[in-house]
Protein backbone atom coordinates (compact mmCIF):
# COMPACT_ATOMS: atom_id res chain seq x y z
CA UNK A 1 0.00 0.00 0.00
CA UNK A 2 1.14 3.08 -1.00
CA UNK A 3 1.68 6.06 1.54
CA UNK A 4 -0.01 9.19 0.99
CA UNK A 5 1.22 12.22 0.77
CA UNK A 6 0.78 15.91 0.61
CA UNK A 7 0.81 15.79 -3.43
CA UNK A 8 -1.07 12.81 -3.42
CA UNK A 9 -4.34 14.69 -1.20
CA UNK A 10 -3.88 17.77 -3.29
CA UNK A 11 -3.78 15.76 -6.37
CA UNK A 12 -7.45 13.80 -4.98
CA UNK A 13 -8.50 17.26 -4.13
CA UNK A 14 -7.94 18.64 -7.41
CA UNK A 15 -9.35 15.89 -8.86
CA UNK A 16 -12.79 16.49 -7.29
CA UNK A 17 -12.84 19.84 -7.72
CA UNK A 18 -12.67 19.57 -11.43
CA UNK A 19 -14.75 16.43 -11.98
CA UNK A 20 -17.48 17.80 -9.63
CA UNK A 21 -17.50 21.18 -10.86
CA UNK A 22 -17.54 20.78 -14.81
CA UNK A 23 -21.36 21.64 -16.22
CA UNK A 24 -21.94 18.33 -18.06
CA UNK A 25 -18.74 16.31 -16.80
CA UNK A 26 -19.18 13.28 -14.72
CA UNK A 27 -20.28 14.30 -11.49
CA UNK A 28 -18.65 11.46 -9.29
CA UNK A 29 -14.42 9.51 -8.96
CA UNK A 30 -16.04 6.09 -9.00
CA UNK A 31 -13.73 2.59 -8.09
CA UNK A 32 -12.77 4.07 -4.67
CA UNK A 33 -13.13 1.97 -1.40
CA UNK A 34 -14.37 2.67 1.66
CA UNK A 35 -11.33 2.27 3.92
CA UNK A 36 -12.19 3.59 7.54
CA UNK A 37 -14.89 6.43 8.73
CA UNK A 38 -13.42 8.17 12.21
CA UNK A 39 -14.06 11.27 14.48
CA UNK A 40 -12.46 14.04 13.86
CA UNK A 41 -11.64 15.83 17.20
CA UNK A 42 -15.12 17.82 16.51
CA UNK A 43 -16.86 14.90 16.11
CA UNK A 44 -16.93 14.95 12.20
CA UNK A 45 -16.54 12.02 9.93
CA UNK A 46 -13.28 11.49 8.58
CA UNK A 47 -13.29 9.36 5.52
CA UNK A 48 -10.42 6.86 4.57
CA UNK A 49 -10.75 5.94 1.21
CA UNK A 50 -8.08 3.74 -1.31
CA UNK A 51 -8.41 5.13 -4.98
CA UNK A 52 -5.86 4.04 -7.65
CA UNK A 53 -3.72 2.34 -5.09
CA UNK A 54 -3.64 5.64 -2.98
CA UNK A 55 -4.91 6.00 0.49
CA UNK A 56 -6.57 9.61 1.46
CA UNK A 57 -8.98 11.16 4.13
CA UNK A 58 -12.20 13.61 3.00
CA UNK A 59 -14.39 14.89 5.22
CA UNK A 60 -17.84 14.63 5.10
CA UNK A 61 -19.41 17.27 7.46
CA UNK A 62 -21.64 15.36 8.93
CA UNK A 63 -21.35 14.34 12.55
CA UNK A 64 -19.94 11.14 13.05
CA UNK A 65 -22.55 8.31 14.62
CA UNK A 66 -23.25 4.76 14.49
CA UNK A 67 -24.49 4.10 10.76
CA UNK A 68 -21.18 6.00 9.60
CA UNK A 69 -18.99 3.05 9.52
CA UNK A 70 -21.98 0.54 7.83
CA UNK A 71 -20.08 0.39 4.68
CA UNK A 72 -16.77 0.12 5.21
CA UNK A 73 -14.56 -2.33 2.95
CA UNK A 74 -17.21 -1.51 0.14
CA UNK A 75 -16.45 -0.37 -3.40
CA UNK A 76 -18.15 2.55 -4.78
CA UNK A 77 -17.71 6.19 -5.64
CA UNK A 78 -17.10 9.91 -4.39
CA UNK A 79 -19.74 12.92 -4.64
CA UNK A 80 -19.13 16.29 -3.61
CA UNK A 81 -21.43 16.90 -0.14
CA UNK A 82 -22.32 20.52 -1.85
CA UNK A 83 -24.15 19.15 -4.58
CA UNK A 84 -25.98 16.64 -2.62
CA UNK A 85 -27.07 18.33 0.47
CA UNK A 86 -29.31 21.59 1.31
CA UNK A 87 -27.22 22.42 4.26
CA UNK A 88 -24.99 25.73 4.24
CA UNK A 89 -22.59 24.11 6.49
CA UNK A 90 -20.54 22.11 3.80
CA UNK A 91 -17.16 22.60 3.22
CA UNK A 92 -16.01 22.94 -0.51
CA UNK A 93 -14.28 19.82 -0.58
CA UNK A 94 -16.67 17.85 1.85
CA UNK A 95 -17.77 14.44 -0.10
CA UNK A 96 -19.75 11.52 0.74
CA UNK A 97 -19.16 7.92 -0.28
CA UNK A 98 -21.81 6.28 -2.09
CA UNK A 99 -21.38 2.24 -2.54
CA UNK A 100 -22.29 0.53 -5.62
CA UNK A 101 -25.73 -1.51 -5.04
CA UNK A 102 -23.49 -4.15 -7.64
CA UNK A 103 -20.50 -4.40 -5.63
CA UNK A 104 -18.62 -6.38 -8.60
CA UNK A 105 -19.42 -3.18 -10.48
CA UNK A 106 -16.57 -1.10 -11.85
CA UNK A 107 -15.79 2.04 -13.75
CA UNK A 108 -14.01 1.21 -17.29
CA UNK A 109 -12.87 4.48 -18.89
CA UNK A 110 -11.22 2.75 -21.52
CA UNK A 111 -14.80 1.21 -22.96
CA UNK A 112 -16.36 5.05 -22.98
CA UNK A 113 -17.67 5.89 -26.13
CA UNK A 114 -18.43 9.67 -27.77
CA UNK A 115 -21.54 10.53 -29.67
CA UNK A 116 -24.25 12.88 -28.95
CA UNK A 117 -28.32 12.20 -29.32
CA UNK A 118 -29.95 15.73 -28.43
CA UNK A 119 -32.60 15.45 -25.99
CA UNK A 120 -31.58 11.99 -24.57
CA UNK A 121 -29.00 10.82 -22.29
CA UNK A 122 -26.98 7.76 -24.34
CA UNK A 123 -25.18 5.13 -23.13
CA UNK A 124 -21.11 6.73 -23.21
CA UNK A 125 -19.76 5.46 -20.43
CA UNK A 126 -17.80 2.67 -19.84
CA UNK A 127 -18.22 -0.09 -16.78
CA UNK A 128 -17.77 -3.46 -15.91
CA UNK A 129 -19.26 -6.62 -13.67
CA UNK A 130 -19.05 -9.77 -13.14
CA UNK A 131 -22.43 -10.16 -15.08
CA UNK A 132 -21.05 -8.26 -17.98
CA UNK A 133 -17.35 -8.88 -17.85
CA UNK A 134 -16.61 -8.05 -21.03
CA UNK A 135 -18.11 -4.49 -20.25
CA UNK A 136 -20.65 -2.30 -21.19
CA UNK A 137 -21.96 1.28 -21.57
CA UNK A 138 -24.75 3.95 -19.75
CA UNK A 139 -25.40 6.57 -19.59
CA UNK A 140 -23.36 9.68 -18.69
CA UNK A 141 -23.96 10.47 -14.83
CA UNK A 142 -26.03 7.77 -14.60
CA UNK A 143 -24.48 4.45 -11.79
CA UNK A 144 -25.92 1.44 -12.93
CA UNK A 145 -27.76 -1.60 -10.60
CA UNK A 146 -28.19 -4.57 -10.28
CA UNK A 147 -25.62 -6.89 -13.06
CA UNK A 148 -25.16 -3.56 -15.02
CA UNK A 149 -28.67 -3.06 -15.26
CA UNK A 150 -30.63 0.24 -15.85
CA UNK A 151 -33.16 1.43 -18.18
CA UNK A 152 -32.27 3.73 -21.28
CA UNK A 153 -33.30 6.90 -22.00
CA UNK A 154 -36.41 6.81 -24.71
CA UNK A 155 -37.61 10.15 -24.24
CA UNK A 156 -38.93 12.61 -26.87
CA UNK A 157 -38.57 15.74 -27.23
CA UNK A 158 -41.44 18.60 -26.45
CA UNK A 159 -41.41 22.04 -26.36
CA UNK A 160 -44.12 24.47 -24.83
CA UNK A 161 -44.78 28.04 -23.69
CA UNK A 162 -45.98 28.82 -20.27
CA UNK A 163 -47.52 31.93 -18.99
CA UNK A 164 -46.18 34.20 -16.13
CA UNK A 165 -48.87 33.07 -13.82
CA UNK A 166 -47.51 29.37 -13.84
CA UNK A 167 -43.93 30.75 -13.38
CA UNK A 168 -45.15 32.69 -10.52
CA UNK A 169 -46.36 29.13 -9.49
CA UNK A 170 -43.28 27.31 -9.38
CA UNK A 171 -41.69 30.42 -7.97
CA UNK A 172 -44.26 29.81 -4.92
CA UNK A 173 -42.42 26.18 -4.41
CA UNK A 174 -38.70 26.89 -5.28
CA UNK A 175 -39.18 25.25 -8.38
CA UNK A 176 -38.26 25.75 -12.22
CA UNK A 177 -41.20 25.12 -14.70
CA UNK A 178 -39.12 22.18 -16.19
CA UNK A 179 -38.70 20.47 -12.43
CA UNK A 180 -42.48 21.45 -11.60
CA UNK A 181 -43.68 19.61 -14.99
CA UNK A 182 -41.23 16.88 -14.97
CA UNK A 183 -42.55 15.84 -11.24
CA UNK A 184 -45.81 15.63 -12.78
CA UNK A 185 -45.01 13.48 -15.49
CA UNK A 186 -43.28 11.19 -13.44
CA UNK A 187 -46.78 10.98 -11.09
CA UNK A 188 -48.93 10.71 -13.57
CA UNK A 189 -47.21 8.31 -15.62
CA UNK A 190 -46.69 5.73 -12.43
CA UNK A 191 -42.93 6.14 -13.17
CA UNK A 192 -40.67 4.50 -10.53
CA UNK A 193 -37.28 4.81 -10.15
CA UNK A 194 -35.59 1.71 -8.71
CA UNK A 195 -32.02 1.62 -7.90
CA UNK A 196 -31.32 -1.68 -9.00
CA UNK A 197 -32.40 -0.11 -12.33
CA UNK A 198 -32.20 3.50 -12.11
CA UNK A 199 -33.90 5.29 -14.96
CA UNK A 200 -31.50 6.85 -17.58
CA UNK A 201 -34.03 9.47 -18.07
CA UNK A 202 -34.05 10.66 -14.81
CA UNK A 203 -38.01 10.73 -14.35
CA UNK A 204 -39.42 9.38 -11.20
CA UNK A 205 -42.13 9.76 -8.45
CA UNK A 206 -42.82 12.22 -5.72
CA UNK A 207 -44.74 9.28 -3.91
CA UNK A 208 -47.59 7.19 -3.91
CA UNK A 209 -49.84 9.75 -2.76
CA UNK A 210 -48.81 11.76 -5.55
CA UNK A 211 -49.37 9.16 -8.21
CA UNK A 212 -52.18 8.84 -7.36
CA UNK A 213 -53.93 12.05 -7.35
CA UNK A 214 -51.85 13.07 -10.51
CA UNK A 215 -53.70 9.91 -12.38
CA UNK A 216 -56.90 10.69 -10.36
CA UNK A 217 -56.29 14.91 -12.05
CA UNK A 218 -55.89 13.47 -15.37
CA UNK A 219 -59.02 11.08 -14.91
CA UNK A 220 -61.34 14.57 -13.96
CA UNK A 221 -60.25 16.10 -16.82
CA UNK A 222 -60.66 14.28 -19.32
CA UNK A 223 -62.20 10.92 -19.04
CA UNK A 224 -64.32 11.44 -21.71
CA UNK A 225 -61.00 11.22 -24.37
CA UNK A 226 -60.10 8.20 -22.84
CA UNK A 227 -59.60 5.81 -25.01
CA UNK A 228 -58.87 1.66 -24.95
CA UNK A 229 -55.19 1.91 -25.51
CA UNK A 230 -54.63 -1.59 -25.19
CA UNK A 231 -56.77 -2.98 -27.83
CA UNK A 232 -55.31 0.15 -30.26
CA UNK A 233 -51.85 -1.38 -29.02
CA UNK A 234 -52.89 -5.08 -30.10
CA UNK A 235 -54.14 -3.85 -33.28
CA UNK A 236 -51.12 -2.23 -34.61
CA UNK A 237 -49.44 -4.89 -33.34
CA UNK A 238 -51.20 -7.23 -35.69
CA UNK A 239 -50.86 -4.50 -38.60
CA UNK A 240 -47.10 -4.70 -38.33
CA UNK A 241 -47.02 -8.15 -38.32
CA UNK A 242 -49.27 -8.62 -41.15
CA UNK A 243 -47.60 -6.34 -43.07
CA UNK A 244 -44.02 -8.52 -42.12
CA UNK A 245 -45.75 -11.75 -43.49
CA UNK A 246 -46.60 -9.65 -46.53
CA UNK A 247 -43.24 -8.65 -47.15
CA UNK A 248 -42.26 -12.08 -46.60
CA UNK A 249 -43.86 -13.75 -49.43
CA UNK A 250 -43.01 -10.76 -51.68
CA UNK A 251 -39.47 -11.80 -50.78
CA UNK A 252 -40.29 -15.55 -51.83
CA UNK A 253 -41.66 -14.57 -54.95
CA UNK A 254 -38.54 -12.52 -56.11
CA UNK A 255 -36.09 -14.89 -55.08
CA UNK A 256 -38.47 -17.61 -57.30
CA UNK A 257 -38.24 -15.12 -60.16
CA UNK A 258 -34.75 -14.68 -59.65
CA UNK A 259 -33.98 -18.18 -59.82
CA UNK A 260 -35.81 -18.22 -63.45
CA UNK A 261 -38.95 -19.36 -62.28
CA UNK A 262 -42.47 -18.14 -63.90
CA UNK A 263 -44.05 -15.36 -61.07
CA UNK A 264 -47.33 -16.43 -62.76
CA UNK A 265 -47.10 -20.08 -62.30
CA UNK A 266 -45.87 -19.73 -58.58
CA UNK A 267 -49.17 -17.63 -58.11
CA UNK A 268 -51.19 -20.28 -59.43
CA UNK A 269 -49.38 -22.63 -57.47
CA UNK A 270 -50.40 -20.67 -54.24
CA UNK A 271 -54.01 -20.03 -55.05
CA UNK A 272 -54.52 -23.22 -55.51
CA UNK A 273 -52.21 -24.57 -52.13
CA UNK A 274 -54.52 -21.92 -50.95
CA UNK A 275 -58.29 -23.50 -51.77
CA UNK A 276 -56.71 -26.60 -50.78
CA UNK A 277 -56.25 -25.39 -47.00
CA UNK A 278 -59.29 -23.72 -46.85
CA UNK A 279 -60.99 -26.94 -47.24
CA UNK A 280 -59.57 -28.76 -44.92
CA UNK A 281 -60.85 -25.59 -42.69
CA UNK A 282 -64.24 -25.74 -43.75
CA UNK A 283 -64.38 -29.94 -43.53
CA UNK A 284 -62.39 -29.88 -40.13
CA UNK A 285 -64.97 -30.06 -37.44
CA UNK A 286 -62.53 -28.73 -34.42
CA UNK A 287 -62.86 -25.53 -36.80
CA UNK A 288 -66.64 -25.28 -35.70
Known sequence: MSTPTGDDTSAMQDLLRSALSMPGDEPAVH??????????????????????????????????????????WRH????????????????????????????????????????????????????????????????????????????????????????????????????????MLRGFVGDASDIHNWTRCPRADGYGSNGSDERYMAQGWIDRAYEGLKVDLDAIEDNEHALKEGAYMRDGFASFFDEFADAGGSPDKLIDATHALLQQLIGQLDSDPAQE
Open 31 to 72: NVVLVDVTPDTDGKEILTVEWAGVRHTLSTGHQFNEFSQREV
Open 76 to 179: GYLVRAAHHSFSSHQGEDDCYFRAYLDQSLRRAPELDAGGDCPGQNRAVIGWRCDAKPRGFRAPLGLVPGEAGGFIPDETISVTIHVPPEFVRLCRHYQLTPER
